[in-house]
């Protein structure tokens, strides 16, 4: 008989776990693997609230595993290391953020694009090398291969550097990749959640102009003057949107819901890139006219290598970049899920795992 989460593994763990598409968390007794000589092991101390734990929790994409310890924005304090790594040592501050292993082999690790790789693991409900189900951050203690480990600098602390690891990179990647981030470009960020906020920030960071499109006029103010952004634009203002027709170089959508792309795709310049990083449950419709007229495109990008988000948070260190947070108990992570569904977060929730995670909760 297969054993129970708290006995496949040496260490014991302590989580919290949803059981089923209710995605109500409560806590969970599990294993972690011993220290293997590649594996750095740290404790956790903040985990932030992607919306992706979300999407998962309730098995909006369909590949959800129970019970589920979600988290990938995961921050902490290295325990201890295995006799061949390198790079890391006790007391280092590190972070995971959505993957902990790939084949290292393929095309895609050999261009330090392991978040491409067939056989990438993800943080958490995923399946491991040695067969066992991935466990995330909304736990006490962490173990991954060294290659997995990112090193989170001295001036970024802890709380609000964890969001980096999947929101920072996620919306770091493609503003390189596509060439979005030259000095002067003209960049609109759309939604201005997790990863939006972020957006603003690096795009401000690599010299871009910077236009947030959001639904709503409540977060104009907040979005120029504390993130920093050149201006707003209410996606559901005709005339606002018709007068800013054709003046993007690019955009990153982060909108976690299905919503329609014409009247986005219409604000983007002749050979615009408008990127898709939000990943909504159902598809959205493409209207092929928006494309053609303009020669634009459309693409998307999934987080970025583990090379990539080396750089990217030595990059957020240099330019002052974290993450805006609201950290929270571990006891209130179901309320902040159901926020975060209201859309009630400024920007990032992180919770507080290293002062409230505690075996009697
Ligand atoms: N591509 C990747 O690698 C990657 C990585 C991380 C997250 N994601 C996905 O990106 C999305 C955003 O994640 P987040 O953590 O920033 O979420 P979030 O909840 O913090 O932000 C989502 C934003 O979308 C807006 N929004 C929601 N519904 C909307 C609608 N119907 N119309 C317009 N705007 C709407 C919200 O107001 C908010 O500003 C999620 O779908 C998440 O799964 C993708
Ligand atoms: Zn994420
Ligand atoms: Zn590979």
Redesign the pocket.
Known sequence: MAKSPAEEHPKKAFGWAARDTSGVLSPFKFSRRETGENDVAFKVLYCGI???DL?MLKNEWGNTIYPIVPGHEIAGEVTEVGSKVKNFKVGDRVGVGCMVGSCRSCDSCSNDLENYCPKMILTYSAKDSDGTITYGGYSDCMVADEHFIVRIPDSIPLHAGAPLL??GI?VYSPLRYYGLDKPGMQIGVV??????HVAVKFAKALGAKVTVI??SPNKKQEAIERLGADSFLVSRDQEQMQAAKGTLDGIID??????PLLPLLSLVKTHGKFVL????EKPLEVPAFALIGGRKTLS????GGMKETQEMIDFAAKHNITADVEVIPIADVNTAMER?IK?D?K??FVIDIGNTMKAST
């Open positions: 992607c919306h992706s999407h999947c929101a996620t939604g201005l959640g997790g990863l939006g959001s639904t982060t909108v976690s819901a299905s919503h990083v939000g990943a909504p998307g990008s999934c987080i975060m859309q977060v920007y990032r």
